[in-house]
T-cell receptor, first 114, second 111 residues
Framework: DSGVTQTPKHLITATGQRVTLRCSPRSGDLSVYWYQQSLDQGLQFLIQYYNGEERAKGNILERFSAQQFPDLHSELNLSSLELGDSALYFC?????????????FGSGTRLTVV | DAKTTQPPSMDCAEGRAANLPCNHSTISGNEYVYWYRQIHSQGPQYIIHGLKNNETNEMASLIITEDRKSSTLILPHATLRDTAVYYCIVRVATGANNLFFGTGTRLTVIP
């Protein structure tokens, strides 16, 4: 158990629908990062939140949005879903460690759009 | 963050040492070398990181050349469970910014 909790583990939905993925960071970690990994593709950074505020944006589509709540959990909202949105979605939180930052990843949510 | 170059794939016999190279010739003085791995469809897992000295932990050793332009991750006694994609990432220490994952090296441990 990495300490980063993602729910649900699996999600199957139809095209055009909207889903919400949830992430709880490790206790005490203020940053949350979202990554997308399509089949046989690399990990693509989507967005980062730090203590409730958006810190950085990557290759995130306009149909996707995220937020981080006062209790530091984060939600990634995916709307108007397309077949190509089928992927693994990972959340990570960061912590300081002897020089630099460590990143702990959750086990991911597998989204299948049919 | 500096760019890294890794071989796309490597094989290693079970029980032998796996040596995974990484080239980061444009690394800056304040950039650390991080290694992560991703076992099939699981979340990436932190392995080790270092600045300029060699580092060792319970998982692996990290050897960084004196000019810091390349490094090697060593898994001393590879097991089948070490089969994964290994990512070498270079980034600055300050600021908890996102990690950029390249294509990594797919290590296959062979029985």
């Amino acid at each position: 158990d990495s300490g980063v909790t993602q729910t649900p583990k699996h999600l199957i939905t139809a095209t055009g629908q909207r889903v919400t993925l949830r992430c709880s960071p490790r206790s005490g970690d203020l940053s949350v990062y979202w990554y997308q990994q399509s089949l046989d593709q690399g990990l693509q950074f989507l967005i980062q939140y730090y203590n409730g505020e958006e810190r950085a944006k990557g290759n995130i589509l306009e149909r996707f949005s995220a937020q981080q709540f006062p209790d530091l959990h984060s939600e990634l909202n995916l709307s108007s879903l397309e077949l190509g949105d089928s992927a693994l979605y990972f959340c990570a939180s960061s912590f300081t460690t002897g020089g630099g930052y460590g990143y702990t990843f959750g086990s991911g949510t597998r989204l299948t759009v049919v | 963050d500096a760019k890294t170059t890794q071989p796309p794939s490597m094989d290693c016999a079970e029980g032998r040492a796996a040596n995974l190279p990484c080239n980061h010739s444009t690394i800056s003085g304040n950039e650390y070398v991080y290694w992560y791995r991703q076992i099939h469809s699981q979340g990436p897992q932190y392995i080790i990181h270092g600045l300029k000295n060699n580092e060792t932990n319970e998982m692996a050793s990290l050897i960084i050349t004196e000019d810091r332009k390349s490094s090697t991750l060593i898994l001393p006694h590879a097991t089948l469970r070490d089969t994964a994609v290994y990512y070498c990432i270079v980034r600055v220490a300050t600021g908890a910014n996102n990690l950029f994952f390249g294509t990594g090296t797919r290590l296959t441990v062979i029985p």
